[in-house]
């Protein structure tokens, strides 16, 4: 295969994969808030309209609870809606058509129907746009049997994992951090596709096991070059798939490092850490552990607007490598 | 269903309203079996719950039959519904199969939703009904959604929502209606309209007097009918489903009705009077049906027995079914919650 592999941004990538997947297909659509003219609050959706019409880019109404309901019947009615949540935040509007409709129509029905929808949900911190425009709420969706939930560190598997999405028949959230839109990546022409259950070793190392995700699997990966120089030796794993979570591949890497720790944005308890470090403890990897279990994650706070307070709330590259530290040489 | 196809023509009778001669006899015959045959569900149902053959709760429609027939007999098989806790009928209506409606009350593999749902979940996409709800409200942006695959598939299938005067006070309702009215979907809304959301009254509950003024704020139609004449709430569907399978867009259909039965088993009915209950049981739509039926000649009485007699064997042929079918394997238990696992 000599597929041509250029440098896009995320958010370029996302584009493209939508604008591979409507041309693939004539039922998929977008709907969102300002995806049209506009082209999407973080300019995703950029000029698609133009190229696919109004009747393909559809601009909503401010209305999260009717829009997600729409694309949930929409995706009964036979058609591929891919939804825009201007904010992950304003999903919260959207809650009972996501959780109570989407997640559980095929089951409470007995499997007598799909429901074949993809929402897109910008996240995080780092904007300045404080506690409403910067929540890390995918823990929230990950806890839903019936959904499932994706979160992208790189251009290459926001595509791939978009177009996965696309084809996939049931309900697929995808957290995008607002962060990661203007990095930029290797990214494959044409269609291809990322698996939704699988993590991916991002680094190999033997020292200790870091499951990351999004944008803090950049910020891991920034840490372990940086704890490299000191001899520590970490393996980063983008988890990628909440829902279902890749337990095989992190027991095996931490029955081969005794080491783990968990680093997302989301606050820290009641989080993915503690289901990571959980399934650990359950697994056959909990007699290889060397040292306590570590856990990065948001402080119990509203994301704050002063931006050292807003740093403050989430973890940085110089905390993971102080845990990185504490984890393998135990201060 | 040899009561489908009576011989007899519908003729000319003084006053007689005009939706029955356009409707036809036989489809007249069917609109009385299905309230019979939700009526006689209902009760059984309720007799089943007694006797400790269903667990859980039910909501039933008993006094409502007529908006859910009178709806349905302007949509085509093919046309969608999305329906609402108290959704027995609607499923009727729309030709669900009691036999398949008993099991899943009984939480049995031959229900509908192989015993995963219950009373608030019964659906059947074969028939477009999209399914009951749990949610007040829940299903009023999904008959929209599909409205909109409608037309962007090109398909003519119009989505009617069924819903109850408690959803009126919704934000999903207003949503719903807004991008219906804004998009010029091929949607129905249909407010059944009985008085209570479980314990309060519209007057308590609801700025407008009728939930059909509420149309004017979404620009479309608002109607309101007398929701326990069959022929009234089947005159208004006519004309709604024809707007919007022409692209004409949405109406608003209100169904002034009344539960005779409480709002689930919890009901202890303190919040209306005996009086007013049997007001309402008086006016039963059903009764009403057979009266006109009989009055404007079009069903003689022996024709209405044998379809009542036909109503009971079907009842109790499909207890007999959902009794005898076997209950999912534990080991089925996530079966269901993906496509593909």
């Known amino acids: 295969m000599d597929q041509i592999v250029r440098e896009l941004s995320f958010a370029q990538a996302i584009q493209e994969a939508l604008s591979i997947a409507m041309e693939r297909d004539p039922r998929v659509f977008l709907m969102g808030e300002d995806i049209g003219?506009?082209?999407?609050?973080?300019?995703?959706?950029?000029?698609?309209?133009?190229?696919?019409?109004?009747?393909?880019?559809?601009?909503?109404?401010?209305?999260?609870?009717?829009?997600?309901?729409?694309?949930?019947?929409?995706?009964?009615?036979?058609?591929?809606?891919?939804?825009?949540?201007?904010?992950?935040?304003?999903?919260?509007?959207?809650?009972?058509?996501?959780?109570?409709?989407?997640?559980?129509?095929?089951?409470?029905?007995?499997?007598?129907?799909?429901?074949?929808?993809?929402?897109?949900?910008?996240?995080?911190?780092?904007?300045?746009?404080?506690?409403?425009?910067?929540?890390?709420?995918?823990?929230?969706?990950?806890?839903?049997?019936?959904?499932?939930?994706?979160?992208?560190?790189?251009?290459?598997?926001?595509?791939?994992?978009?177009?996965?999405?696309?084809?996939?028949?049931?309900?697929?959230?995808?957290?995008?951090?607002?962060?990661?839109?203007?990095t930029?990546?290797?990214?494959?022409?044409?269609?291809?596709?990322?698996?939704?259950?699988?993590?991916?070793?991002?680094?190999?190392?033997?020292?200790?096991?870091?499951?990351?995700?999004?944008?803090?699997?950049?910020?891991?990966?920034?840490?372990?070059?940086?704890?490299?120089?000191?001899?520590?030796?970490?393996?980063?794993?983008?988890?990628?798939?909440?829902?279902?979570?890749?337990?095989?591949?992190?027991?095996?890497?931490?029955?081969?490092?005794?080491?783990?720790?968990?680093?997302?944005?989301?606050?820290?308890?009641?989080?993915?850490?503690?289901?990571?470090?959980?399934?650990?403890?359950?697994?056959?990897?909990?007699?290889?552990?060397?040292?306590?279990?570590?856990?990065?994650?948001?402080?119990?706070?509203?994301?704050?607007?002063?931006?050292?307070?807003?740093?403050?709330?989430?973890?940085?590259?110089?905390?993971?490598?102080?845990?990185?530290?504490?984890?393998?040489?135990?201060? | 269903m040899a009561s489908n196809a009576l011989p007899k023509d519908a003729r000319a009778v003084p006053n007689r309203p005009a939706i029955y001669d356009e409707l036809g006899v036989p489809a007249l015959a069917d609109a009385f079996r299905k309230m019979q045959l939700i009526r006689r569900f209902e009760e059984s149902a309720e007799e089943s719950y007694m006797r400790g053959l269903i667990h859980g709760t039910m909501h039933l429609s008993i006094g409502q039959e007529a908006t859910a027939v009178g709806i349905c007999s302007a949509l085509a098989e093919t046309d969608y519904i999305t329906s609402t806790h108290r959704g027995h009928g609607h499923c009727i209506g729309k030709g669900g199969d009691v036999k398949r409606m008993f099991a899943e009350f009984f939480g049995k593999e031959d229900g509908y939703c192989h015993g995963r749902g219950g009373s608030m979940h019964i659906a059947d996409p074969t028939m477009g009904n999209l399914g009951a709800n749990g949610i007040v409200g829940g299903g009023i942006p999904i008959a929209v959604g599909a409205a909109l695959a409608s037309k962007r598939l090109g398909n003519g299938r119009v989505a009617v929502s069924f819903f109850g005067d408690g959803a009126n006070n919704e934000g999903a309702f207003h949503e719903a209606l807004n991008m219906a009215s804004v998009w010029t979907l091929p949607v129905v809304f249909v407010c059944e309209n009985n008085q209570y959301g479980m314990s309060t009254s519209t007057e308590r509950s609801t700025a407008v007097k009728n939930v059909a003024d509420r149309a004017v704020a979404y620009d479309m139609p608002g109607v309101i009918v007398d929701g326990n004449k069959f022929a009234a709430v089947a005159t208004a569907a006519r004309e709604a489903v024809a707007r919007a399978r022409s692209g004409g867009g949405p109406t608003l259909i209100e169904c002034k009705t009344y539960r005779t039965r409480g709002h689930s088993r919890s009901d202890r009915n303190r919040y209306r009077t005996k009086e007013e209950i049997e007001s309402w049981i008086e006016r039963d739509p059903i009764l009403a049906l057979e009266n006109d039926l009989i009055t404007y000649d079009l069903l003689s009485q022996a024709e209405i027995d044998e379809i009542r007699a036909d109503v009971e064997t079907e009842i109790t042929e499909a207890l007999a079914f959902a009794a005898a079918s076997p209950s999912p394997a534990v080991s089925s238990l996530t079966r269901h919650v993906y496509t593909t696992v």
């Open chain 1, 37 to 182: 003219v506009y082209g999407g609050a973080f300019q995703v959706t950029g000029d698609l309209v133009h190229r696919f019409g109004e009747d393909r880019v559809m601009d909503t109404p401010i209305s999260e609870l009717g829009g997600a309901g729409v694309a949930v019947g929409a995706a009964l009615g036979g058609m591929l809606p891919v939804y825009e949540f201007q904010f992950s935040d304003f999903a919260t509007l959207a809650m009972e058509q996501i959780v109570n409709q989407a997640a559980k129509l095929r089951y409470m029905l007995g499997g007598s129907v799909s429901v074949p929808l993809v929402m897109r949900l910008p996240c995080g911190s780092g904007t300045g746009a404080a506690a409403q425009h910067s929540q890390s709420l995918e823990a929230w969706f990950a806890h839903v049997p019936g959904l499932k939930v994706v979160q992208p560190s790189s251009p290459h598997d926001a595509k791939g994992l978009l177009l996965a999405a696309i084809a996939d028949p049931d309900p697929v959230i995808i957290f995008e951090h607002k962060l990661l839109y203007k």
């Open chain 1, 184 to 331: 930029r990546g290797a990214v494959p022409e044409g269609h291809y596709t990322v698996p939704l259950d699988k993590a991916e070793t991002k680094r190999v190392g033997k020292d200790g096991t870091i499951v990351a995700t999004a944008i803090m699997v950049v910020k891991a990966l920034e840490a372990a070059a940086e704890l490299a120089k000191e001899g520590i030796d970490l393996e980063v794993i983008d988890l990628r798939s909440l829902r279902p979570i890749d337990v095989p591949a992190i027991v095996a890497s931490v029955t081969k490092t005794h080491r783990l720790m968990c680093v997302y944005e989301g606050v820290k308890s009641l989080g993915i850490g503690a289901e990571i470090s959980a399934a650990i403890a359950e697994s056959d990897a909990f007699d290889f552990l060397d040292a306590p279990i570590i856990r990065l994650g948001g402080a119990e706070v509203p994301i704050p607007y002063n931006p050292e307070l807003e740093k403050a709330a989430v973890p940085q590259v110089a905390d993971i490598v102080a845990a990185g530290r504490r984890l393998v040489r135990g201060r």
